[in-house]
């Protein structure tokens, strides 16, 4: 392991970047930009009671067994996403634009809409701390659940805006009306994240439709689906025909999660024409995207086969964590997602060391003034190390 001091490096950071927009939360995988937070444990502190433990030294990820705190897909990219981009790689000097509309044009049939209503970036996160930027930059407040992904939040707040957190109710699912009743005139953004990340819950898809059809008329919601395809009738979940309704909804899609892409950083958001306008008046997004992956992700929407067994894989390896915690006498939140989070009796900081020593990489939290494991699903050998770790440390 390294011997630098994580927290003091991560603090050191936050402290010099003080006068730019944004810094990296570096995070070991998803990535919430902003300048951070912690309390006086060292703990990044997103909200009262939404924290998240950092290691006292960073891992050598190259030693761990079990790489599971990314939320990554370990059987990706798809072999057919592999050739498109070695293929492509010779070009990589030439800029994409005409190859990158084919793939918009690609999305929009598979999404039905126009192509007018789609914009590209690398990696959905990307998009959603651009949404942010635009959005607040004459300040305002973003509507979310606590807890949920971070990205669009602490951009929000770093341009200015102040978060109104919806704590979810007692199934993990959003507050829907409590989120609505807390809609004020200085209100910009709804923002759900829906499957929810930390937690790997999902909302009644009938009581969001209506929600977002309804509030949409009053201010812009954004709904992350970045884990959708891990389920199995994901697309009639999906938000994406109230854009075609005329609703102000913003969508957002990645290549990282059920494509494995995660490292080639293609995603897409699907919005009003109107919307997009805001956003793109500022700001490029299919410029991050690179030549080559703008094929793997062409070839990776056809290999309907990769897909199909990613999310088989990915739900054994659910039912195997689950197993493995019932054995245990532990309970956990039922997971739409490639991850589960389920409550620990032990300091998170702690068992982030001992799981380390292991070598085994996973998340931990503090909600509700609970210490929580998130670990994300990795092949089934990687789930099998987790569950022999994880034993052991628990002992």
């Not at 494509?259 to 897409?268: D, T």
């Not at 699907?270 to 793109?280: M, P, Y």
């Not at 703008?294 to 195997?320: H, Q």
């Amino acid at each position: 392991m390294s011997t630098l001091d994580r927290r003091a490096w991560l603090k050191r950071g936050a402290l010099t970047a003080a006068g730019a927009l944004v810094m990296p939360h570096l995070s070991f995988g998803e990535t919430p930009r902003a300048q951070l937070k912690f309390d006086n444990r060292g703990r990044t502190l997103y909200s009262p009671f939404f924290k998240e433990y950092n290691a006292a030294v960073f891992p050598d990820e190259t030693k761990l067994l079990a790489k599971l705190n990314a939320n990554e897909n370990p059987y990706g990219p798809s072999p057919m996403a592999v050739e498109a981009f070695k293929k492509s790689a010779h070009f990589g000097n030439r800029y994409a634009w005409k190859e990158l509309f084919d793939l918009v044009d690609k999305i929009a049939v598979l999404e039905n809409v126009d192509a007018k209503n789609i914009m590209m970036g690398p990696g959905s996160s990307d998009l959603l701390e651009k949404t942010a930027m635009i959005m607040f930059a004459e300040g305002g407040n973003v509507v979310s659940a606590d807890p949920s992904y971070m990205s669009l939040i602490k951009v929000a707040e770093a341009t200015g805006a102040s978060w109104k957190a919806v704590p979810l109710k007692e199934d993990w699912s959003h507050d829907l009306q409590a989120m609505e009743a807390a809609i004020d005139a200085d209100t910009k953004l709804v923002y759900i994240c829906n499957p929810n990340n930390p937690t790997g819950s999902m909302t009644d898809h009938t009581e969001l439709v209506d929600f977002c059809s309804r509030v949409s008329e009053k201010v812009p919601v954004f709904v992350d689906e970045a884990y959708m395809g891990f389920l199995e009738d994901g697309d009639t979940k999906s938000m994406v025909s109230l854009v075609n309704q005329g609703k102000d909804v913003i969508i957002a899609r990645t290549f990282s999660k059920i494509h494995g892409m995660a490292g080639l950083r293609v995603g897409y958001i699907v919005a009003k024409e109107t919307t997009l306008d805001k956003i793109q008046a500022v700001t490029r997004g299919g410029m991050g995207i690179t030549y080559p992956s703008v094929f793997a992700a062409s070839a990776s929407m056809d290999d309907v086969e990769f897909k199909n067994k990613s999310r088989k894989l990915n739900a054994e390896c659910r039912e195997f964590v689950y197993a493995t915690l019932d054995k245990m006498g532990y309970e956990y939140v039922p997971s739409f997602t490639n991850f589960i989070l389920f409550p620990i009796e032990m300091d998170g900081e702690a068992f982030l060391e001992k799981m380390t020593a292991q070598q085994v990489g996973v998340r931990a939290f503090e909600v509700k003034g609970k210490n929580w494991c998130r670990v994300s699903m990795g092949t089934m050998d990687e789930m099998k190390l987790f569950a022999a770790a994880f034993e052991k440390v628990m002992v």
